[in-house]
């Protein structure tokens, strides 16, 4: 989920497991999601998007879910590996331009040998 | 391709000081942002370009300028800083200013900025 404080929310699992994360979006005329992963000490990464005329889409290893009736989105990563470890957070584009991409605040994914 | 650069990786300001923060792509990229990312924030966009010559102002533009001479640079200057502008920096490039399928959003590994 989002965070509203200085903390991100965490969430652990062990390797190997599937792990979920979670994504509440904010503006209904959003029409594209993105979901990025951002590494310690590295810029953030592109990793899966989907069009709102989607409620599903996969890649490799990961699929990402939309829920627009109460607005949310989950990134879903299969069999996770030490190497999933990272920040990820999702963004939305409501089509307004530059500052139409509106970013979430981030899960911390923590990979548990 | 070297994708996106950022110099410097870290700096450290007094308050006061100025400073241009550099950004690069060798993507052909007509499209170029600066974001800060704060603690338990989002990114927030701070100045774009949709194209060498032309800037515009995003969320949090105050106590930055920018300029846009060559499709390849953007740099972002700070004339006098503040704590406040402790922050994370990351430019990022794509080819349009709406990003979408097929037109990822590419991002540089950023600039850690302290402001004493």
């Known amino acids: 989920g989002e965070s509203v404080g200085l903390h991100l929310p965490t969430l652990s699992v062990q390797e190997g497991d599937n792990s979920i994360i979670n994504c509440a979006y904010s503006n209904s005329a959003s029409d594209y999601f993105i979901w990025y992963k951002q590494e310690s000490g590295k810029g953030p990464q592109f990793i899966i998007d989907?069009?709102?005329?989607?409620d599903k889409r996969q890649g490799q290893r990961v699929t990402v879910l939309l829920n627009k009736t109460v607005k949310h989105l989950s990134l879903q990563i299969a069999a996770t590996q030490p190497g999933d470890s990272a920040v990820y957070f999702c963004?939305?584009?409501?089509?307004?331009?530059?500052?139409?991409?509106?970013f979430g605040k981030g899960t911390h994914l923590i990979i548990q040998p | 391709n070297a994708g996106v650069t950022q110099t410097p990786k870290f700096q450290v300001l007094k308050t006061g000081q100025s400073m241009t923060l550099q950004c690069a792509q060798d993507?052909?990229?007509?499209?170029m942002s600066w974001y800060r990312q704060d603690p338990g924030m989002g990114l927030r966009l701070i100045h774009y370009s949709v194209g060498a010559g032309i800037t515009d102002q995003g969320e949090v533009p105050n106590g930055y300028n920018v300029s846009r001479s060559t499709t390849e640079d953007f740099p972002l200057r700070l004339l006098s800083a503040a704590p406040s502008q402790t922050s994370v920096y990351f430019c990022?490039?794509?080819?349009?200013?709406?990003?979408?399928?097929?037109?990822?959003?590419?991002f540089g590994p950023g600039t850690r900025l302290t402001v004493t």
């Open positions: 963004a939305e584009n409501s089509g307004g331009g530059a500052d139409g991409l509106t």
């Open positions: 989907i069009r709102s005329n989607m």
């Open positions: 990022a490039s794509s080819y349009s200013l709406s990003p979408g399928p097929a037109d990822e959003q590419y």
């Open positions: 993507m052909n990229h007509e499209y």
